[in-house]
């Protein structure tokens, strides 16, 4: 399959992620068509970027080769996917389907068996770099599936990535993007307990972080983070009520695979006193406020 310029990619899902990933398409060259279910929000990505519009998801897929999902949860690419006007009821013989939802494993596999069924090829490739990520092009990818499919769409997924990987068959982008979200409110929860302590003891946070950030106790949220959190600024993007449906999909798994998430379930519970305190829609470096007196 010819994954040059002159490809015709759709993109389904126009939220915070996929409005600019869709854009990155665009102006590398991809003839692209979209899909969203909020009309407005097509309207806004189509004043922004040249493309065209389809009315249903089907409709989208059906003029495209490569067909780009990046929806809300389970439930959403269940609906585009499968709903009467979805992805399958459209889709050409031997296009490749992307789903850059964070969705469950379970799902990834039964999308790529019902994919095989229809002479079509499925990876699930869920995206870590948050919005600002997504904006500058500098996406991880961590894909399940087979590796002759990426190969296809590794042109496209260039377009708006830093680093893409194949991590194993059907299922595994997913249990890879699961371990990404665990390790993540892992660091949060500690550089919270950290910066407290770094408050009480009167440190300037700057210094700190200059002092820290290229030894042991280094990370993307500490170089990233620390110094917003330290000010009360929680504006920056992935939002406390996608990090718990995130942590929910861990959860799940954990459960099949017979092992257990404690700090991750302590961390989850302290999100939820947050939600209840109306921070839902604060970025998940809130986690802090938990030492709020």
């Not at 897929?61 to 959403?76: K, M, P, S, W, Y």
């Not at 377009?159 to 990404?180: D, F, H, I, P, T």
């Not at 990090?243 to 099949?256: Q, S, T």
């Amino acid at each position: 399959m010819d994954t040059s310029q002159t490809s015709s990619v759709a993109f389904i899902g126009l939220g915070t992620m996929g409005y600019p990933m869709a854009g990155h398409l665009s102006k590398q060259g991809f003839k692209v068509v979209i899909y969203n279910r909020s009309d407005a929000k097509a309207k806004a990505w189509l004043s922004e970027y040249q493309g065209t519009q389809a009315a249903t998801p089907g409709g989208a897929a059906a003029q495209a080769d490569i067909i780009l999902t990046c929806v809300g949860n389970d439930e959403d690419v269940r609906q585009v996917y499968c709903g009467e006007n979805g992805i399958f009821a459209k889709t050409k013989a031997n296009s490749i389907l992307v789903d850059h939802t964070t969705a469950s494993a379970g799902l990834a596999r039964e999308l790529y068996a019902q994919a095989q069924q229809r002479q079509l090829q499925f990876l699930d490739a869920p995206v870590s770099g948050g919005e600002a990520g997504a904006i500058n092009g500098a996406l991880t990818v961590m894909v399940g599936g087979e590796q002759a499919a990426l190969d296809k769409v590794q042109a496209v997924l260039n377009s708006y990535a830093k680093a893409v990987n194949l991590v194993g068959g059907a299922g595994y982008g997913q249990r890879c993007k699961m371990v990404n979200q665990l390790c993540i409110a892992g660091v949060l929860q500690g550089l919270s307990e950290a910066l407290q302590l770094a408050k009480a003891a009167d440190l300037d946070i700057n210094t700190v972080v200059n002092v820290l950030q290229h030894g042991a106790a280094g990370s993307w949220q500490l170089a990233n983070r620390a110094n917003s959190m330290a000010d009360d600024k929680f504006d920056f993007g992935f939002a406390i009520d996608w990090m718990r449906k995130d942590l929910a999909i861990c959860f799940d798994e954990a459960e099949n695979l017979g092992i257990d998430l404690p700090l991750a379930k302590q961390v989850d519970a302290e999100y939820a006193k947050l939600q209840q305190r109306g921070y839902s829609r604060s970025d998940t470096s809130v986690l802090i406020k938990q030492f709020d007196k």
